[in-house]
Nanobody, 134 residues
Framework: QVQLVESGGGSVQAGGSLRLSCVIS????????LAWFRQAPGKEREGVAT????????????YYSDPVKDRFTISLDNAKNTLYLEMNNLKPEDTAIYYC???????????????????????WGQGTQVSVSS
């Protein structure tokens, strides 16, 4: 399984932006579900965005959770083996530890609300803190 290392978290004011990075190493990640999750204090972990590379090499199948749709953008730079999460118009409710995750699976099981208890993702990063003040 691949190894993941996130970076890019920080503290911003509401309305600000951050870009999170997740470097993927230790093997290939084709036919992998690549995902961003977050966990706020006292809350359950939730899926934020997912990427599954298209077989034709033209981008990925992308899904976002409703709270971040139209504000966050997930992308993958294969040359850098890095998954990104561009976060714009941040809100205090976006405050959380953000994790990237990866698992080799069929793309029909790759979306933010996927059941990670029934189908655990094999690889997780250590997390990066995002704090948004009002």
């Amino acid at each position: 399984q691949v190894q993941l290392v996130e970076s890019g978290g920080g503290s911003v004011q509401a309305g600000g932006s951050l870009r999170l990075s997740c470097v993927i190493s230790g093997g290939t990640y084709d036919r992998h579900c690549l995902a961003w999750f977050r966990q706020a204090p006292g809350k359950e972990r939730e899926g934020v965005a997912t990427w599954y590379s298209r077989a034709d090499g033209r981008g990925g199948h992308i899904y976002y959770s409703d709270p971040v749709k139209d504000r966050f953008t997930i992308s993958l730079d294969n040359a850098k083996n890095t998954l990104y999460l561009e976060m714009n118009n941040l809100k205090p409710e976006d405050t959380a530890i953000y994790y990237c995750a990866a698992d080799k699976r069929n793309n029909v099981f790759c979306f933010p609300t996927m059941d990670t208890a029934a189908h655990p993702l094999a690889s997780w990063g250590q997390g990066t803190q995002v704090s948004v003040s009002s």
